[in-house]
């Protein structure tokens, strides 16, 4: 995550009460946890810290607690110390392990920013080699995904990341030009520490999962969504689903969708950050081509909670038949 996406979540929670300041590659901060982790309930001189890592996930530090992890797991401490409801900025860090921008940069800085960003692509030959095939594993089979679609997808299986020994399923990510630029892989431990990690250096907020399949194929219209599993399930449903691998769209992915120019439908999760992101895709699309927003129906989800049940949240969740009706009463922008 970038410093200035990093600064952005903390202000969101903390307002400026941190007093934040770049240091050697880190956000430095004053624990956040030191009411409740620190021999005297606070911190003097701050202790502590967010690494910025544009490639990789953004990791919290506290030197006097002793406290580390991906950002997200700092947040949800605090949510349960503090009695404060963080859920869906949690949910955001943690589900996708968010790496791009939370706001859209100017265009003098998109510019910029692509005079010095290049793209490269790995050699599939060597990484698709790599891994089996994820066709007829468990955690497929539970989510809904049969194996034509996880062949169709081209998922592979991790049966141990070297840097957790967490075992994932890997979602190639090719570029539109059909070209392989890394992996995101989602943990099938469900109290996996971090759920989704990045492979082969993806540089995700520069792609959109799916794009090469629209290339190719030359559908009507695409489903765009925000995860893998949504992403994975719309193909199931006979959509032609594009991810964005995180809530909200980056300049890079604006300009693929543009370059697609088919009717998109904006499928994004019915949460805060969802709702936000459908805005920005509004905003961003809506003068190029058809964009169409969707409501969720009012469907409860079973799960294994005290109440035991959840509203529809996902399009990871959703029937072909849930789809199509929300695709017929989706809104035009």
Same mark, same amino acid.
């Given at each position: 995550?970038?410093?200035?996406?990093?600064?952005?979540?903390?202000?969101? !929670?903390? @307002?400026?009460r941190?007093g934040?300041?770049?240091?050697?590659?880190?956000?430095?901060?004053?624990?956040?946890?030191?009411?409740?982790?620190?021999?005297?309930? =606070?911190? $003097?001189?701050p202790?502590?810290?967010?690494?910025?890592?544009?490639?990789?996930?953004?990791?919290?530090n506290?030197?006097?607690?002793?406290?580390?992890?991906p950002?997200?797991?700092?947040?949800?401490?605090?949510?349960?110390?503090?009695?404060?409801?963080?859920?869906?900025?949690?949910g955001?860090?943690?589900?996708?392990?968010?790496?791009?921008?939370?706001?859209m940069?100017?265009?003098?800085?998109?510019?910029?920013?692509?005079? !010095?960003?290049?793209?490269?692509?790995?050699?599939?030959?060597?990484?698709?080699? +790599?891994?089996?095939?994820?066709?007829?594993?468990?955690?497929?089979?539970?989510?809904?995904?049969?194996?034509?679609?996880? =062949?169709?997808?081209e *998922?592979?299986?991790?049966?141990?990341?070297?840097?957790?020994?967490?075992?994932?399923?890997?979602?190639?990510?090719? @570029? %539109?030009?059909?070209?392989?630029?890394?992996?995101?892989?989602?943990?099938?431990?469900?109290?996996a520490? +971090?759920?989704? #990690?990045?492979y082969? @250096?993806?540089?995700?907020?520069?792609?959109? +999962?799916?794009?090469?399949?629209?290339? #190719?194929?030359?559908?009507?219209?695409?489903?765009?969504v925000e995860?893998?599993?949504?992403?994975?399930?719309?193909? =199931?449903?006979?959509? %032609? $689903?594009?991810a *964005?691998m995180?809530?909200?769209m980056?300049?890079?992915?604006?300009e693929?969708?543009r370059?697609?120019?088919?009717?998109?439908? *904006?499928?994004?999760?019915?949460?805060?950050?969802?709702?936000?992101?459908?805005?920005? $895709?509004? =905003?961003?699309?809506?003068? %190029?081509?058809?964009?169409? $927003? !969707?409501? %969720?129906?009012?469907?409860?989800?079973?799960?294994?909670?005290?109440?035991?049940?959840?509203?529809?949240?996902?399009? @990871?969740?959703?029937t072909?038949?849930?789809?199509?009706?929300?695709?017929?009463?989706?809104? *035009?922008?």
């Amino acid at each position: 995550m970038d410093a200035g996406s990093i600064k952005e979540v903390l202000r969101e !929670v903390f @307002g400026h009460r941190l007093g934040m300041e770049i240091i050697n590659g880190w956000v430095s901060i004053r624990c956040p946890l030191a009411r409740w982790t620190h021999e005297r309930g =606070q911190d $003097g001189s701050p202790s502590a810290g967010v690494s910025i890592n544009n490639t990789d996930v953004s990791i919290f530090n506290c030197f006097t607690c002793k406290n580390t992890g991906p950002l997200h797991s700092m947040l949800q401490k605090y949510s349960e110390f503090s009695g404060e409801d963080l859920s869906d900025l949690i949910g955001e860090l943690e589900e996708e392990a968010y790496l791009g921008p939370r706001t859209m940069p100017s265009w003098e800085d998109v510019k910029t920013r692509n005079a !010095v960003e290049v793209l490269m692509p790995i050699n599939e030959a060597i990484y698709m080699d +790599l891994y089996d095939s994820a066709a007829g594993h468990p955690y497929l089979a539970d989510r809904g995904i049969e194996d034509i679609t996880a =062949q169709r997808l081209e *998922l592979l299986f991790d049966p141990k990341d070297p840097a957790d020994g967490e075992a994932r399923i890997l979602f190639p990510v090719r @570029g %539109y030009d059909g070209a392989l630029y890394g992996f995101s892989g989602r943990a099938v431990n469900p109290n996996a520490k +971090l759920k989704v #990690r990045d492979y082969a @250096g993806l540089q995700k907020a520069m792609l959109i +999962l799916g794009a090469h399949l629209v290339a #190719r194929d030359n559908p009507k219209d695409i489903v765009l969504v925000e995860g893998l599993f949504d992403y994975a399930n719309a193909h =199931q449903c006979g959509q %032609y $689903g594009c991810a *964005l691998m995180h809530a909200h769209m980056t300049e890079h992915q604006v300009e693929i969708l543009r370059e697609i120019s088919k009717p998109t439908y *904006l499928f994004l999760d019915n949460d805060k950050a969802g709702r936000e992101g459908m805005e920005i $895709g509004r =905003q961003q699309l809506a003068s %190029y081509m058809p964009t169409m $927003g !969707v409501r %969720y129906p009012q469907v409860q989800i079973e799960d294994d909670s005290e109440q035991g049940w959840h509203w529809l949240k996902d399009p @990871g969740e959703m029937t072909e038949d849930e789809f199509l009706f929300m695709k017929e009463n989706a809104k *035009l922008f």
